[in-house]
Nanobody
Framework: QVQLVESGGRLVQPGGSLRLSCAAS????????LNWYRQTPGKERELVAR????????NYADSVKGRFTVSRDNSKNTVYLQMNTLKSDDAAVYYC?????????????????WGQGTLVTVSS
């Protein structure tokens, strides 16, 4: 089945680092750009980072630029978000997302696919 599963979220102190992972399955991973979003209660989801299908280009929200790095390993069907110098404002549920994909059998189309999210807490 088509799915994204995030992992790696945990409690971290301000200034600390954390690496999130998103494992993908059920679709040709290397064909599609991947996105990282984050959301806190009562607020809209924010696009944090995105990475091209081959990993050659990336984009970041201004709030995380210079601190976060998105990367991917297409051989492992996994995208990562390395978060450094974490701030309290970075605390959120982080989601992996891919859009407008077809599954491996080319039988089903999906407008959006979201993972279940992984919680990042930043506190001393």
């Amino acid at each position: 089945q088509v799915q994204l599963v995030e992992s790696g979220g945990r409690l971290v102190q301000p200034g600390g680092s954390l690496r999130l992972s998103c494992a993908a399955s059920g679709f040709p991973f290397s064909k599609y750009p991947l996105n990282w979003y984050r959301q806190t209660p009562g607020k809209e989801r924010e696009l944090v980072a995105r990475i091209s299908s081959d990993g050659s280009s990336t984009n970041y929200a201004d709030s995380v630029k210079g601190r976060f790095t998105v990367s991917r390993d297409n051989s492992k069907n996994t995208v990562y978000l390395q978060m450094n110098t974490l701030k309290s404002d970075d605390a959120a549920v982080y989601y992996c997302n891919v859009n407008e994909i077809r599954d491996n059998s080319d039988e089903d189309w999906y407008r959006e696919v979201w993972g279940q999210g992984t919680l990042v807490t930043v506190s001393s």
